[in-house]
């Protein structure tokens, strides 16, 4: 290619990406004007690389450099300013689309707690092996029941109500006896020299019965003679 066709080559990419630029009004980094740009108008991404360098050297655009990369974008005083109308239109399409962006995030909200509930809940088939499940139980309770219903060792209300006496009966005497028992024993430490661990030793091994005879006489004497080691 000659050095004149090259010059038109390269003074085309460069209308293209001023006019673009322009249009758009935001940051493009040389990557992605060439990505935008090369289907429609068939511009090489070095052609484009020198057309966007030749355009921020002529102050026709701006280049900001982040690290190795640069953008572009178009020079804002050089854009024509907006009028008052244009700006209010403006402000009312900003308006505009602030409200369907809150909508759309509000209902994308939604739908994330509805995808969330679903994940969390069981699948079709784990429904219906969960009612399979309940179905074999209910049938299994029922059947109990009916043997239940047709046994004829029933227990009347008069039985049951003579085995709740007797069972309140001996737990107040299981009590009064517990209540002795933990009266005594305190009485027995009292005079033991060791400790109570020693004491339950020494009376499984039979190695104290002369001190239980005594304590069990002086406790009967303190009771009033309600009750003794024989009663």
Same mark, same amino acid.
């Given at each position: *290619?000659?050095?004149?066709?090259?010059?038109?080559?390269?003074?085309?990419?460069?209308?293209v990406?001023?006019?673009?630029?322009r249009?758009?009004?935001?940051?493009?980094?040389?990557?992605?004007?060439?990505?935008?740009? %090369?289907q429609?108008?068939?511009?090489?991404k070095?052609?484009?690389?020198?057309?966007? !360098?030749?355009?921020?050297?002529?102050?026709?655009?701006r280049?900001?450099? =982040?690290?190795?990369q640069?953008? =572009?974008f178009?020079?804002?005083? %050089? &854009?024509?300013?907006?009028?008052?109308?244009?700006?209010?239109?403006?402000?009312?399409?900003?308006?505009?689309? $602030?409200?369907?962006?809150?909508?759309?995030?509000?209902?994308?909200?939604?739908?994330?707690?509805?995808?969330?509930?679903?994940?969390?809940? *069981?699948t079709?088939?784990?429904?219906?092996? !969960?009612?399979?499940?309940?179905?074999?139980?209910?049938? /299994?309770?029922? !059947?109990? @029941?009916?043997?239940?219903? /047709?046994?004829?060792?029933?227990?009347?209300?008069?039985?049951?109500?003579?085995?709740?006496?007797?069972?309140?009966? =001996?737990?107040?005497?299981?009590?009064?006896?517990?209540? *002795?028992?933990?009266?005594?024993?305190?009485?027995?430490?009292e005079?033991?020299?060791?400790?109570?661990? %020693?004491?339950?030793?020494?009376?499984?091994?039979? &190695?104290?019965?002369?001190?239980?005879?005594?304590?069990? $006489? @002086?406790? $009967?004497?303190?009771?009033?003679g309600g009750?003794?080691?024989?009663?």
């Open positions: *290619m000659s050095k004149g066709r090259e010059a038109a080559a390269g003074g085309g990419a460069a209308a990406l001023l006019r673009y630029l249009e758009q009004n935001r940051p493009y980094s040389a990557q992605d004007a060439f990505g935008n740009l %090369q429609e108008h068939g511009l090489g070095a052609a484009v690389v020198k057309a966007l !360098e030749q355009l921020a050297q002529q102050g026709r655009v280049e900001k450099a =982040y690290g190795k640069k953008i =572009y178009a020079d804002q005083e %050089q &854009l024509p300013a907006a009028s008052d109308a244009e700006l209010r239109g403006l402000d009312g399409e900003i308006a505009t689309r $602030s409200a369907q962006l809150q909508a759309l995030q509000q209902s994308c909200r939604h739908m994330e707690a509805e995808l969330k509930d679903l994940n969390s809940s *069981m079709t088939p784990e429904i219906a092996r !969960e009612i399979e499940a309940l179905r074999k139980d209910c049938a /299994s309770c029922t !059947e109990k @029941l009916e043997r239940i219903k /047709s046994a004829t060792n029933h227990v009347t209300p008069e039985e049951k109500e003579k085995v709740c006496r007797e069972q309140q009966l =001996y737990r107040r005497e299981w009590r009064r006896r517990k209540r *002795m028992a933990t009266e005594l024993l305190d009485a027995i430490l005079g033991y020299p060791k400790s109570k661990k %020693q004491f339950f030793v020494s009376t499984e091994a039979g &190695l104290c019965p002369r001190l239980l005879s005594q304590t069990l $006489s @002086l406790f $009967s004497c303190h009771a009033g009750w003794d080691r024989d009663g």
